[in-house]
């Protein structure tokens, strides 16, 4: 098993130069040479193990280059209740006869991205170790929120490593800052930058080309790397949770194996979504594929109509983490979908960067039919289905999960689809206390993040997270505010080069 590049199919690497690499030269994405299969015995036998060890058996068919001891090593080292408050790691519960939520929030800072950035670290410098680069890796991230936090707690002393986040001074929520600042371990560095996301953004990529910084980093055995969703690192460990789902199903009865099911998500950068689609295609039986978005509903555009139009009206939304126009890891789906068509890819990418626009062949548009359902819901419907949840099935959920659930209801509606069906949650409802005490018409606005969260607790039953609880007493570690252009400065005189 070797991976390619989708916008040069000649070009092949191991897993292990795909992690640490991240982009391919020429600006494509790593995607595996062939989806490898799970049959249904080996599904079966999945049901019977802990999650760490479905995890083990699912990257062992990707990371082929890996001995099985280096993935015990990183598995072992990520999926523990040290860092997850459930052994279980995932928690599937049942909500409707015919629909389970599949929490995925149960990691040290309450939202999905930690089920893949918590296990990262260990796949990065295993994998720089593997290519004989060994070199003390440096994480860079610039983040709206969630990303940054759940990088830093991935990568909070490992040895190896060590991360600066950025983040806007004025673009987090105070949760969010506080998160972020309050941040231990001894090889993290967290600023705030004057400017919004996209200077924050802009900034960090500018270092990360810069030929004498990489010079610099260098010549003291050190290397930049990312942590962001284009990294074939963060979408592998993503795929064996709705794997996991799967068996897990079987395992309780509430499924027999073979059945289909449906698979619904909430959807920003499409790196969730493309996780269920590789599994999927290794043997998952999967019936659809739910495609859920916020007022941002550029990829729900897209699945029905083949036409991909970012030239939109950008809402800032109560789901901000969906917030996005641009999905990068949809050039994974659309390589694979195309027949590996590496040109077509080279050539509507072209148009996406050069006019914002693209419209693939109707042989693409067919797959995408034949794989996917595509549907919406603004602010308003997203809290009207918080509330319903809350009042009739006494489940409480984040604003991204309402999304989901709530483009599941129109979709049963529409089609009338009994099928079994898992929907993704995203975050804890006490990453967004604001947003849903609003929705259950409990909101307080004389209140801080904290007295929310109390609040919260008290409407709900649901215990708060101890991580969130912690939060509160924790100290400021990193007041620093800087301009974009003090940003190289920053970062090599925190290394010392
Ligand atoms: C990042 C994020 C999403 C979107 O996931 P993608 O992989 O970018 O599609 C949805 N919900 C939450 C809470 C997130 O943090």
Redesign the pocket.
């Known amino acids: 098993m070797f991976y390619r590049s989708t916008r040069n199919s000649d070009i092949k690497v191991s897993s292990a130069q795909a992690i640490v690499q991240g982009i391919s030269k020429e600006g494509g994405l790593f995607v595996p040479s062939e989806i490898p299969k799970l049959s249904q015995d080996e599904l079966a036998a999945l049901g019977k193990m802990p999650y760490p060890e479905r995890a083990a058996a699912v990257f062992k068919k990707f990371l082929t280059d890996f001995t099985d001891s280096e993935i015990q090593h990183c598995v072992g080292s990520a999926y523990t209740d040290k860092n997850f408050d459930t052994a279980n790691i995932t928690e599937l519960k049942k909500l409707t006869d015919s629909a389970y939520v599949l929490e995925l929030w149960h990691g040290p800072t309450c939202?999905?991205?930690d089920m893949a950035l918590q296990i990262l670290p260990y796949l990065l410098t295993t994998s720089a170790k593997k290519t004989e680069l060994d070199k003390k890796i440096v994480i860079l991230v610039a983040t709206s929120g969630?990303t940054g936090k759940a990088a830093l707690e991935g990568f909070k002393d490992v040895d190896g490593t060590s991360i600066i986040v950025f983040y806007p001074v004025d673009g987090v929520s105070a949760m969010q800052k506080k998160q972020m600042t309050t941040q231990e371990g001894k090889n993290v560095g967290v600023c705030a930058i004057k400017g919004n996301f996209d200077d924050a953004q802009n900034g960090v990529k500018k270092i990360f080309t810069d030929k004498n910084v990489a010079e610099k980093l260098a010549s003291n055995g050190m290397m930049f790397s990312s942590a962001n969703?284009i990294n074939w690192g963060r979408l592998a460990p993503q795929i064996i949770y709705y794997v996991s789902s799967y068996a897990q199903l079987v395992a309780n009865g509430e499924i027999n194996m073979g059945d289909k099911i449906n698979i619904v998500v909430?959807?920003?950068?499409?790196?969730?979504?493309l996780a269920a689609f590789y599994a999927k295609h290794m043997g998952v039986p999967v019936n659809k594929l739910i495609c859920a978005s916020n007022a941002n509903n550029v990829l729900t555009d897209f699945l029905n109509t083949g036409v991909y139009d970012r030239n939109r009206h950008f809402y800032t939304t109560i789901s901000p983490?969906?917030d996005i126009l641009i999905s990068s890891n949809l050039e994974r789906l659309l390589y694979h979908l195309s027949g590996e068509d590496d040109s077509a890819i080279k050539d509507w990418f072209g148009k996406l960067s050069q006019c914002g626009k693209y419209e693939v062949s109707d042989f693409v548009k067919d797959a995408l039919k034949d794989e996917f359902y595509a549907g919406f819901c603004d602010d308003t419907q997203t809290k009207e289905c918080i509330k319903d949840l809350f009042d009739k099935y006494s489940y409480t959920c984040d604003t991204?999960t309402a999304v989901a659930v709530k483009v599941y209801m129109d979709y049963v509606k529409e089609t009338g689809d009994t099928t079994k069906t898992v929907i993704a949650s995203?975050?804890s409802p006490y990453k967004f206390s604001g947003s849903v005490l609003d929705a259950i018409g409990a909101y307080d606005d004389s209140k801080d993040e904290f007295a929310l969260v109390d609040i919260l607790e008290e409407k709900s039953g649901l215990p708060v997270p101890q991580s969130i609880k912690a939060l509160k007493d924790k100290d400021i570690m990193f007041s620093d505010v800087i301009s974009r252009e003090e940003l190289e400065n920053y970062v090599t005189s925190l290394l010392g080069v």
Request: hydrophobic share 35%; aromatic share 12%.
């Open positions: 939202a999905f991205k969630d969703s909430p959807t920003g950068n499409f790196g969730n979504i983490s969906m991204h995203t975050a």
